[in-house]
């Protein structure tokens, strides 16, 4: 064994205590210290230094990373980075992930198949959460985009099902002409259908309602009867981008006495609605989808990278991901995870998730969402009160969508954002056409103090531009 690494291995409560406390040091100055660094500390062009021939070990590591990268990352675990959908990890999530790595499962075969089935208990827990029926079956993935490429691949194989042929055996060419309809689809629905070779521009613009993000249901009712007698796919929306719109579920999922169509809900964030008595109904009817996307690293407060993707045909799933290898174990009628995702390698995600649910139940993560939702409505009323700043929409869930009374460009939302920057992250957009800026609140630190933290330095920045 090489002298350092042993050296390491002898060490390693010690080196372990020593990572323990930069790990607390580093969230109990959250608070303190700059949401984000504008400009950072260290010129973004530095050469990398040279790869060593011999290392200096777990300890050296440290004091260079402390060094050279810890005063570059930002803030994003505390209460004020706003930017994205961007959660921060529970401490119970945060165990979890350590053990993760201590434990370092690669859980996708049954042949050790410990964490398939923690997996399992973990994905049942969040079926129940999000109140879909047990017709879903779940599975981990990296995040949202792959959660959305997962299920648009289990929809392209049902197209192929509807038409006779099979996409995962023949390739898309095999399907013709696809459509995709879709009112306000995340980019990530286009990066999908990139991926999976349908192509981008099968990706069909629906109108939307009057002053909103949400589907017109008479709008995509007209556009699916283009194409009489050609099975589709629609991807719904619960909760969009810049507003938290959603589109109603119910009301889709009745168009299709006259359509044939897969149905596709990206969830991201907005499936967590269900968790609030006050907003659950604006996942009604999520449980009729065909295939739901839920982003795990968002409001669920675990480490990135998490999510997971719901569907009602795991059949059509292993066909498009099964991998045949005879040191996977064979594809059964409840097959291995191996035959469920894109990935071979799965890293064992669920049990962050699994710590956090089992520690804080279904009220500590209600009370998560509640208090956020909370927060989101008084920056916008304090936004609404401040004659610098004009809210483009109302507050539905936990997104503020605004901009500056006067002269709202690109360059001037930018400075403000800078000059904002050691206080609070919130991240640029386009609403209706407007230069605008988006804060997204999903941390389980955030609180109505930071709120007014947030408020007022949104106000200097803006009144220092004029």
Known sequence: MDRTLAADLARLPELLDATRDAAAATLAALDARPVVSVPPPHPAAEPAPPLPEHGAGTEAALAAFAERWAPRLSASAGPRYLGFVTGGATPAALAGDWLTAAHD???NSALDGGGQDLERETVTWLRDLFHLSAAHTGTFVSGATMSNTTGLAIAREWLGERLGVSPAEDGAAALGPVRVLSGAPHSSI???LSVLGLGRASLVPVPTLPGREAVDPAALDRALADAPGRPAVVVANAG?????DFDDLRAITALRERHDFWLHTDAAFGAFAALSPAHAHLTDGLDASDSVCVDLHKWLNVPYDSAVQFTRRRDLQARVFQNAATYLGPLSDDPDLVHLTPEN?????ALAAWFTLRAYGREGHREIVER???CARSLGEFLTQD???????PVRLNVVCFTLTRSPTPARLTALREAAGPEVFVTPTTYAGTPALRAAFSNWRTTQADVRRIAQALHTAAKELG
């Open 240 to 244: 969009t981008v810049n507003t938290v």
């Open 345 to 349: 390698s799965h890293r064992l995600r």
């Open 372 to 374: 956020d939702i909370a």
């Open 387 to 393: 004659p610098y700043f004009t809210a483009l929409a």
């Open 190 to 192: 286009a990066k999908a």
């Open 105 to 107: 499962q690669n859980s």
